[in-house]
């Protein structure tokens, strides 16, 4: 059988990057560790060259029908890597004065890879090879500050309950299997459709969503998140709610497209998770008085939004381009509020950003604008993404949903608010210290994005429309 590397040659760029920024860490001398952060943005821009270049092509699944190279895959993987790349740029001066900080970067490179394996994943050894590669890298990451107990404590967590996840998850994939005589999902969804009913294939789908509920950060698996946004270094904690997130959300779409809906109901499961993760996000949000806390809180209810669109799949045309659309939308506001936070030098405690419109100006615009598109106002990218996956929901039969979601929207202007209300009508308390040019750069730019991509919602969404989610 031939190999057709090329067509994972993005990917081999990011694991080749890995090696060579881990090689430089260990023989650069201290003052020049740094510099591993330049030599990180190398493959990832070049890795985003090359996906952006196949936009639009052939949309099939390769290795034996194991990876699949298709428009939600390709989309993801932009995410994911421009997301790795700002992230990279918010850590050099967060980490320069880490004498050793140099392999921070190879395993940030490492744990994008797995995210980028986890959404092209059309195989389940290909899930759970993505899946354990970015979940061993982030519990390192989580805990990089090795003297902080908060980000011991996020790390632990994170560790214990990826642990207890990802072996569900295995048990699962070995149940599927047993089930259908092979690990490809185009096969699997042939062999699962004349499967006899019975207790095995729920079982199965159970485990499974457990195990990719954690990488999503959604219930009942979500604990991990509020701690590492928390507790973890501020640039972590920026990519771990993200990334991950968006490599799992297309693999459990790729996923529900192998069970057969009316043997297990899947999308009835799915869509309870749903309306409880984004219900429990919010309510937990309103009580907390720490930014970055709020900030995790708020990444588990934006899952609970995203999971609408996999309750749709199948249903809805709306489904994949609202799925991409708004994890764009939320990556880009997401990265612009915790910009903010890093360029605070990670201040959690809210009174930190009161007054910030006075002293930091840009900074809380672009804070303003990322909370404003969390909650989906107009013309902001959260607006469009939100109304897309009401519409896709609505049109799959699910408008309580739809409903559930719309209270929760109105719930969460509430802890928004409780943060911009200080920030612009009262006065600062305290000193509002900065960090480096850079952090105010990308929140600024992230903001910028979430206005752009708002205003060209419609165009946006029409170059979506033709993104395929094999084996859909």
């Not at 195990?211 to 991990?224: C, I, S, T, Y």
């Not at 896709?392 to 109105?410: D, F, P, Q, R, S």
């Not at 991509?453 to 094999?470: C, H, I, K, P, S």
Request: charged content about 10%; glycine content about 12%; hydrophobic content about 60%.
């Amino acid at each position: 059988m031939s190999m057709p590397v090329g067509d994972v040659l993005p990917e081999l760029i990011v694991l080749g990057g890995g090696v060579i920024v881990l090689l430089f860490a260990l023989f650069a001398p201290r003052p020049r560790q740094s510099w591993a952060a330049l030599l990180a943005l190398v493959p990832l821009a070049a890795a985003t060259a090359l996906i952006i270049g196949r936009i639009g092509g052939p949309q099939q699944t390769t290795f034996a029908g194991t990876y699949a190279l298709d428009g939600a895959a390709a989309w993801a993987k932009l995410i994911i890597l421009g997301v790795t790349f700002l992230v990279v740029i918010l850590s050099r001066p967060w980490f320069q004065q880490d004498p050793r900080h140099g392999e921070y970067y190879t395993l940030l490179l490492f744990s994008a890879l797995g995210a980028v394996l986890l959404a092209g994943a059309a195989d389940l050894m290909e899930l759970i090879l993505g899946i354990l590669l970015s979940s061993a890298t982030g519990a390192v990451l989580a805990a990089y500050h090795r003297r902080s107990k908060a980000a011991g404590e996020a790390a632990i967590k994170y560790y214990l309950l990826g642990a207890l996840s990802n072996g569900a998850l295995l048990y699962g994939t070995a149940l599927l299997f047993g089930l259908g005589g092979t690990t490809t999902f185009e096969e699997l969804r042939a062999a699962l459709a004349g499967a006899p009913a019975g207790w095995v294939l729920p079982v199965a789908l159970g485990l499974m969503l457990a195990g990719l509920a954690f990488k999503m950060g959604a219930a009942p698996a979500h604990a991990w998140m509020p701690d590492v946004a928390e507790g973890a270094p501020a640039p972590v904690a920026a990519f771990l709610t993200v990334a991950p997130k968006v490599g799992a959300l297309v693999a459990l779409g790729r996923l529900a497209a192998v069970l057969p809906e009316s043997e297990v109901g899947w999308r009835a499961l799915v869509a309870g998770i749903s309306a409880l993760t984004m219900t429990l996000g919010n309510l937990a949000a309103l009580r907390q008085d720490n930014v970055r806390r709020l900030l995790g809180w708020s990444a588990v209810s934006q899952t609970g939004y995203a999971l609408m669109a996999v309750v749709a799949l199948g249903e809805s045309s709306l489904a994949i381009p609202g799925l991409l659309y708004f994890l764009v939308a939320y990556a880009l506001a997401n990265l612009a509020a915790f910009a903010v936070v890093i360029e605070l030098r990670g201040l959690g405690d809210r009174t930190a950003y009161t007054g910030l419109v006075r002293s930091r100006p840009v900074l809380a615009l672009a804070l303003a604008l990322a909370f404003l598109s969390f909650i989906g106002i107009p013309p902001l990218a959260g607006f469009a993404g939100k109304l897309v996956l009401f519409g896709a929901v609505i049109e799959a039969g699910y408008a309580w949903l739809a409903a559930v979601a719309a209270v929760n929207t109105v719930i969460s202007i509430a802890y928004y608010a409780h943060v911009l209300g200080p920030a612009f009508f009262e006065e600062s308390r305290m000193p509002q210290p900065v960090l480096a040019p850079s952090g105010a750069a990308v929140a600024a730019v992230g903001a910028a994005a979430v206005l752009l991509v708002g205003l060209t919602g419609g165009a946006f969404l029409d170059w979506l429309e033709g993104a395929r989610l094999l084996p859909w």
